[in-house]
């Protein structure tokens, strides 16, 4: 194993996970661990299904290595080791920091393009520029009655579900299931579970529509424990958990 440092090497990611939604899940499931400083995703050839995950000291990697190893990550088992080297970012911290010697690529002899060349400016057989045609706007929101009756029966459903969904919420009376709302876009039932599976009696998450989430514990006590601890958790560094009671 690696000496311990700042830096977790998490590894067997599934790489089909769209980079924006793995990074926010990945800090969702590591930033109850200890303050992160960055977390680095590549989907480059040969580095997909990996990531970085910078702390902001030792005892909070150590923590998060301990009990992250093998949690199940998007139906994968999470690999977890410090790395192997220190990140840039920590050594310029701590005054480490020495640049690496890289080489750089030679430039072909007969590359003749300039830099100023890549403004290209294009331009039609007879030396007029090309000019791009945009549809009337009127046009675009201009529809037929049978189009505009899909998007009235569209909006209805997404009014019954909210509306059935914010009926299920109740104003502070206590109860086994927590209600949160404004949740980020993208945040799934993945990322609230790694919240709140550390907690006794948690059952499941429930996510209606974007950005209302239900979760179910056992019994209104459990309930609480959570509540108390998680509102106004940390999602990112502009986004915060809002929890309330939800009706049993």
Same mark, same amino acid.
């Given at each position: ?94 005054? =480490?920091? +020495?640049? %690496? *010697? ?6 072909? &002899? !007969?590359?003749? #393009?300039?830099?100023?060349? @890549? ?22 929101? =201009?529809? +037929?009655? %049978? *189009? ?6 569209? &909006? !209805?459903?997404? #009014?019954?579900?909210?509306? @059935? ?84």
């Amino acid at each position: 194993m690696n000496a311990p440092n700042q830096t977790l090497y998490v590894a067997n990611i599934d790489w089909k996970i769209k980079k924006p939604v793995l990074k926010r899940s990945l800090h969702t499931l590591f930033n109850r661990h200890g303050k992160i400083l960055d977390i680095i995703a590549v989907r480059k050839d040969g580095l997909r299904g990996q990531a970085f995950i910078l702390f902001e000291d030792v005892q909070a990697a150590t923590s998060a290595l301990k009990a992250e190893q093998g949690f199940t990550f998007f139906g994968k088992d999470l690999q977890l080791q410090y790395a192997k080297e220190k990140s840039d970012r920590i050594a310029k911290q701590d005054g =480490t920091f +020495t640049p %690496k *010697d890289r080489k750089k690529r030679p430039v072909p &002899a !007969d590359d003749t #393009i300039q830099q100023d060349e @890549k403004k290209i400016k294009v331009q039609s057989n007879d030396g007029d520029s090309l000019a791009v045609h945009l549809q009337d706007p009127e046009s675009l929101v =201009t529809g +037929t009655g %049978k *189009d505009a009756a899909a998007a009235i029966a569209a &909006a !209805d459903v997404a #009014i019954a579900v909210e509306t @059935k969904a914010e009926d299920e919420v109740a104003i502070a009376v206590p109860s086994s299931i927590l209600f949160a709302d404004s949740l980020p876009q993208g945040c799934n039932e993945m990322m609230l579970a790694c919240l709140f599976r550390s907690y006794a009696g948690y059952k499941e998450v429930r996510i209606p529509r974007e950005g209302l989430a239900f979760i179910e514990f056992d019994d209104e006590p459990h309930a609480t424990v959570a509540l108390q601890a998680l509102n106004g958790f940390k999602l990112s560094a502009e986004e915060t958990l809002k929890l309330k009671y939800g009706n049993s």
